[in-house]
């Protein structure tokens, strides 16, 4: 059994722990709000971009033939990959679980020869060795808390023109959706070639509308734009869900840590009872010897 010094250094110890993710946990609800905010406002628009493309493609008679829905039989077993991930670890299985899903996706699609755009410390960790680092093409430094939106234009732009050179015939996203403080769902989607199956194309504009120059320009402006937004909801969705998992974990840390000092302190007391009754026994022992 511990003495009753060890158990007192434990406690000392288990409170320092304690008051560094309650300290952590409060950071985390304080970024989280912000975040929060801000990928809610976020989906509003991307949301009514894809409204307005659904209705744009409903209006063209021939929408397969656009280059952004065709599927490139030159570049079919190709497929790239954007990972986000965190840079920082202390957020439950917020990381283990978004690369085991991207780790199944190579394993499915070994054939296409998967690569590799890396966002966050985490992931670029695990695909820089073991099996599945030949799969790695570039990670991007940058803290995934500071890629904002003119870092994911220049990004976007890399990608459209590599996809437009044949360089690769698929672009997917796995990112973290964010759902509640409590849920995150791992998710993938592919963003190239655009999927018709994504929109609603059965929706008409409502009334006579006049669409200058033509649909066909005015889409090609917008397929852009409407990449660039979704791959910017995705590094929104994926932060968010890492600020929530960390609150969740660092709560849940606080909370055993609360425990442990109360196992701490029972132990403490018993083994303090312990010594008080052993010395008490030696005092009377020592008395009864002196009568005697």
């Known amino acids: 059994m511990l003495s009753t010094r060890e158990i007192k250094l434990r406690i000392k110890g288990v409170t320092s722990i304690k008051q560094i993710t309650r300290a952590m946990e409060m950071v985390a609800a304080s970024r989280l709000k912000k975040v929060e905010s801000r990928v809610l406002s976020s989906r509003t628009y991307t949301e009514k971009m894809h409204g307005v493309l659904s209705r744009l493609i409903s209006c063209k008679p021939h929408e397969e033939s656009h280059p952004w829905f065709t599927d490139k039989e030159h570049m079919a077993d190709n497929v790239k990959i954007v990972l986000i991930t965190g840079d920082k670890g202390l957020c439950g299985a917020y990381n283990n679980n978004i690369i085991k899903k991207t780790v199944e996706f190579i394993q499915q699609n070994a054939s296409k020869k998967p690569k590799l755009i890396l966002l966050g410390k985490k992931g670029n960790f695990y695909f820089s060795k073991g099996n599945y680092a030949h799969a790695k093409e570039r990670y991007i430094p940058e803290p995934v808390e500071k890629f904002g939106y003119n870092k994911v234009q220049a990004l976007a732009a890399q990608l459209f023109d590599g996809y437009e050179k044949g360089d690769f015939g698929e672009l997917h996203v796995f990112f973290t959706k964010f759902h509640t403080v409590m849920q995150s769902f791992p998710t993938s989607i592919r963003l190239l070639p655009l999927q018709k199956d994504t929109f609603d194309l059965k929706g008409k504009l409502v009334g006579e509308y006049i669409i200058e120059p033509s649909v066909d320009q005015i889409l090609n402006h917008l397929f852009p734009k409407y990449i660039e937004t979704q791959l910017y909801q995705c590094i929104l969705e994926s932060l968010t869900s890492e600020f929530a998992a960390r609150r969740v974990a ?43």
């Open 250 to 292: 660092m709560i849940a840390a606080t909370e055993n840590a609360g425990e442990m000092i109360e196992e701490l302190v029972s132990s403490y007391n018993k083994a303090r009872q312990e010594v008080i009754t052993k010395e008490l026994l030696e005092v009377v022992s020592g008395a009864e010897a002196l009568v005697r």
